[in-house]
């Protein structure tokens, strides 16, 4: 009952898990949504190379590292309207 005097509570094991599932699948999302998106966006659908040409290359580091940037800006802005509500932590990305 440590949240009672301001701790947070404890999770039980199946909790435990059931959160990690959770984060397992929301970052397994976030990863498929940005290879679909950085795909779509970098590289043509006409191959002419078995290699990413310079401009490719290029583009998609761009583009995966834009996506990582707004990812931690949201979660951040999550975390402060959490705690602004009183609420016990964020989103759990850690990235």
Excluded: H, W
């Excluded at 679909?36 to 006409?46: E, G, L, N, V, Y």
């Excluded at 990812?71 to 951040?76: C, Y």
Aim: contains cysteine.
């Amino acid at each position: 009952m440590s949240f009672l005097f301001g701790g947070k509570p404890q999770l039980s094991s199946a909790e435990k898990i059931t959160a990690a599932e959770t984060e397992v699948e929301m970052i397994s999302d976030m990863f498929n949504r940005l290879v679909q998106s950085c795909t779509k966006k970098c590289i043509p659908t006409d191959y002419r190379e078995g290699d990413l040409n310079k401009g490719e290359s290029v583009c998609l580091d761009r583009c995966v590292s834009k996506m990582f940037d707004v990812n931690v800006k949201v979660s951040e802005k999550m975390q402060e309207v959490s705690g602004a509500k009183g609420g016990a932590g964020g989103m759990g990305f850690g990235m």
